[in-house]
T-cell receptor, first 117, second 110 residues
Framework: DTGVSQDPRHKITKRGQNVTFRCDPI?????LYWYRQTLGQGPEFLTY????????KSRLLSDRFSAERPKGSFSTLEIQRTEQGDSAMYLC???????????????FGPGTRLTVL | QKEVEQNSGPLSVPEGAIASLNCTYS??????FFWYRQYSGKSPELIMF????GDKEDGRFTAQLNKASQYVSLLIRDSQPSDSATYLC??????????FGRGTSLIVHP
């Protein structure tokens, strides 16, 4: 396994369309995170999964956003009725969480750059 | 709300000099601290992490943590033009979801 992969790398869509992104984490990692990053800003947390359970979702996350991680492997992030403000880099990261430790070393995928016209 | 503050820069240093990058955080319960390097158009890459007060060294990089002052820094010795990038500070609390700063742009000029 060479790392976290994301597909597609680039997506251009028209306002109002739905888009779906995929993330394949490092195989032994049990946590998977989605972030959004805009120019000049750090990654902004969207949601994360522990195995197949979605444990936390940012309060900033619109109802148009939904994420799944069936079977605790890959994850998808769907944005419905896209808006121009959704244009950003969507980053996926994974980590191996060990009980009773503070470890949270995240490894990022290459990202999916979304442009909404 | 947990906040992580970084000077956006750019910080410009000559090749061979020491680059010093700083980060402050608001949540006193934070337990884990990370430095990521991000080249333009690329995703963040973890370069250092630290959990305990004091210094941690890895090659040309040294992370310094002072929990009492809620301050973490990254020193890059013998800076190279290839070190030119944005450096993101991330701070993890009890929930282990790191909060990222906006990053500091570093330029190392020959």
């Amino acid at each position: 396994d060479t790392g976290v992969s994301q597909d597609p790398r680039h997506k251009i869509t028209k306002r109002g369309q739905n888009v779906t992104f995929r993330c394949d984490p490092i195989s032994e990692h049990n946590r998977l995170y989605w972030y959004r990053q805009t120019l000049g800003q750090g990654p902004e947390f969207l949601t994360y999964f522990q195995n197949e359970a979605q444990l936390e979702k940012s309060r900033l996350l619109s109802d148009r956003f939904s994420a799944e991680r069936p079977k605790g492997s890959f994850s998808t992030l769907e944005i419905q009725r896209t808006e121009q403000g959704d244009s950003a880099m969507y980053l996926c990261a994974s980590s191996l969480e060990v009980r009773d430790t503070s470890y949270n070393e995240q490894f990022f995928g290459p990202g999916t750059r979304l442009t909404v016209l | 709300q947990k906040e992580v503050e970084q000077n956006s820069g750019p910080l410009s240093v000559p090749e061979g000099a020491i680059a010093s990058l700083n980060c402050t955080y608001s949540d006193r319960g934070s337990q884990s601290f990370f430095w990521y390097r991000q080249y333009s158009g690329k995703s963040p890459e973890l370069i250092m992490f630290i959990y305990s007060n004091g210094d941690k060294e890895d090659g040309r990089f040294t992370a310094q943590l002072n929990k009492a002052s809620q301050y973490v820094s990254l020193l890059i010795r013998d800076s190279q033009p290839s070190d030119s990038a944005t450096y993101l500070c991330a701070v993890g609390g009890g929930s282990y979801i790191p909060t990222f700063g906006r990053g500091t742009s570093l330029i190392v000029h020959p």
